[in-house]
């Protein structure tokens, strides 16, 4: 393998910080919304049950290898090689976006839209009760397909 070779891939494999927005992207110079944003503000407003979903999806998905997380101007984005899961905080509650190979016929899905040959799965949490292992499965799934 020639020297330039192993750049490219040592490239490849690491993450870009954007020194305006503090956003970890996957290339330097990646198209992206720049903007910072805290998780905090992100939150604001929202129910304490809410809060608590979001930081428990958090704490669950943080330590899942290869995972960078990074807040936009409207939601949470969970990067593995590709977008695999997205947390937008609503008014009154959280839509969380995953993706899966086949269409899943989960009562908890709200929408499932057909994208690039993958379904992009949406649930609406409004309580802690919604948060279920199951949802969790689902995400892990995303995780696994991108």
């Known amino acids: 393998m020639s020297e330039r ?6 490239e490849i494999q690491m993450s870009w910080t954007c020194p305006k927005c503090e956003r970890e992207l996957k290339k330097p110079n990646q198209m992206h919304y720049c903007i910072k944003v805290s998780l905090d503000d992100l939150l604001i407003g ?8 979001c930081d428990k999806l958090l704490a669950e998905i943080y330590d899942w290898e290869g995972v960078t997380i990074s807040c936009s101007k409207n939601c949470i984005v969970f990067v593995h090689n ?4 997205v947390i937008r905080p609503m008014k009154k509650y959280l839509d969380i976006k995953f993706y899966s190979e086949k269409k899943p016929e989960e009562p908890m899905i709200s929408k499932s839209t057909l994208y690039a040959k993958r379904y992009e799965n949406h649930i609406r949490i409004t309580s802690f009760d919604d948060f279920t292992p199951k949802v969790l499965t689902l995400i892990r799934g995303s995780y696994t397909l991108l």
Do not use: N
Not at 5 to 10: R, V
Not at 46 to 53: G, N, R
Not at 82 to 85: A, E, G, K, N, S
């Open 46 to 53: 929202q129910p304490a049950e809410i809060v608590l979903v």
């Open 5 to 10: 070779s192993k750049i490219d891939i040592f």
């Open 82 to 85: 590709q977008t695999f899961f």
